[in-house]
C-alpha cells in the first residue's frame, strides 16, 4: 500500500486548506485509515480517523468543529478539510491506514501499518 499526501502549504490564521491523500490499495481489501500530525518538538498524534465505510468517523478535540476527514472510495482518495487554522495546527500531515475487515475507526498512530511521506501545513498568526 502507498500513500501519497498533497495540498499542505503556508496560511494564514483563519484560513483553510484541504489535504489529499491518494491510495494505493490492494483490491478487495478494505482500510481503515486516518490523519496524523507531528508538530517540532512533539509526538505524531492522530488528529482524525475513517472506518472503510465512511461511515465512521473520529476527531481529536483540539480540532473537533474544524475539521472534516472524508473519503472518495471511487478515486482511493481520502481528504482532510481543515478551516479556521491556527498557530498550533503548524505540522507535518500524514495520511495513515490499515488493513481492517471491522468497520471501525483507529486512533492511535500505533494502529497504523502504513505511512505517507506527509505534507507540511504551516499557519502564520
Known amino acids: 500500500v502507498q500513500l501519497v499526501e498533497s495540498g499542505g502549504g503556508l496560511v494564514q490564521a483563519g484560513a483553510s486548506l484541504r489535504l489529499s491523500c491518494a491510495a494505493s490499495k490492494r483490491t478487495g481489501t478494505t482500510y481503515a ?3 496524523a500530525r507531528q508538530a517540532p518538538g512533539k509526538e505524531r498524534e492522530v488528529v482524525a480517523a475513517i472506518s472503510w465505510s465512511g461511515g ?3 476527531y481529536v478535540d483540539s480540532v473537533k468543529g474544524r475539521f472534516t476527514i472524508s473519503g472518495d472510495n471511487t478515486k482511493n482518495t481520502m481528504y482532510l478539510q481543515m478551516n479556521d487554522l491556527k498557530p498550533e495546527d503548524t505540522a507535518v500531515y500524514y495520511c495513515a491506514a490499515r488493513e481492517m475487515d471491522a468497520d471501525v475507526v483507529m486512533r492511535k498512530t500505533s494502529d497504523y ?3 505517507g511521506q506527509g505534507t507540511q501545513v504551516t499557519v502564520s498568526s
Open 33 to 35: 485509515m486516518g490523519w
Open 56 to 58: 465512521k468517523t473520529w
Open 113 to 115: 501499518r502504513y505511512w
